[in-house]
């Protein structure tokens, strides 16, 4: 049997999310990076026996396209998984039914279901910190119930109850693309970085519309503070959820 992480976290929020729930597994988690252009993610498969943890960030309410396409390439093979999707505390609205149901189109049984908050990747002012050590203690005690589920005899019995709407709420794209200013000194790390290989290394200051998915990998990874998206449309989008942004949403479990 074996404990593995299946993540997309561009910017390290979902990460921290992941590693505190599966800190409660064992000493060894094995690891996919959903958001590495390289890997050849249909060798990827799993044994029944497995325990997966499959956590993604929602982006505008649904899995982001590239994350989804990467992770139902995939094969669960009757392994048992957790879902868990992370949001910077506005909403996830059908983020994790989606998730549910490319889980099972990969073969996976899908146990339990969490939704998390994690610093907002544009916004930071939004879930600053987070999640934090009142996040972490929750994540852990979310876990051991997930254990005592699993190890229970009737177990596969008892499906969690995702929320979420089928079909899906329509996805929106976030409009904002990075760009790189003056201080730009071309190491091209945004470009070797990119999940969705969305900046060339011939023109390392902009990216291609048609392929960035705005994750910010771009922004949180340059040693030089270069790359930035239009602060006056940040501004703008961020006045416009301070309402439902500001009041501190908590962690959710689905057994």
Request: aromatic share 6%; with cysteine; glycine share 8%.
């Amino acid at each position: 049997m074996r404990y593995v992480q299946i993540v997309f976290s561009p910017t390290g929020g979902t990460q921290k999310v992941a590693d505190a729930v599966t800190e409660v597994w064992g000493d060894h988690v094995d690891r996919v990076d959903l958001s590495d252009p390289g890997e050849d993610f249909s060798k990827i498969e799993f044994e029944e026996e497995d325990v997966v943890l499959a956590a993604i960030p929602s982006y505008g309410g649904r899995v982001p396209e590239l994350a989804a396409k990467r992770l139902g390439q995939i094969r669960g093979c009757q392994a048992r998984c957790v879902i868990v999707c992370v949001y910077g505390n506005r909403a996830y609205e059908d983020t994790l039914a989606e998730l549910q149901d490319i889980a099972k189109n990969c073969g996976f049984r899908v146990m339990a279901g969490i939704s998390a908050v994690a610093e907002h990747s544009i916004m930071h002012q939004y879930a600053a910190g987070r999640p934090d050590e009142q996040d972490i203690t929750e994540l852990h005690d979310f876990s051991g119930k997930i254990l005592e589920k699993l190890n229970s005899h009737d177990a596969a019995s008892h499906t969690p109850e995702i929320p979420g709407n089928r079909p899906y709420r329509k996805a929106g794209g976030a409009g904002l693309i990075p760009k790189a200013d003056k201080k730009c000194v071309g190491c091209g790390l945004c470009a070797r970085d990119c999940p969705a290989q969305a900046i060339s290394k011939e023109h390392l200051r902009t990216a291609d519309a048609g392929k960035c998915i705005a994750c910010m990998r771009c922004v949180v990874r340059c040693p030089e503070s270069a790359r930035k998206v239009n602060g006056a449309m940040v501004s703008a989008a961020a006045l416009a959820m301070k309402k439902v942004c500001s009041v501190r949403k908590g962690n959710e479990l689905f057994l």
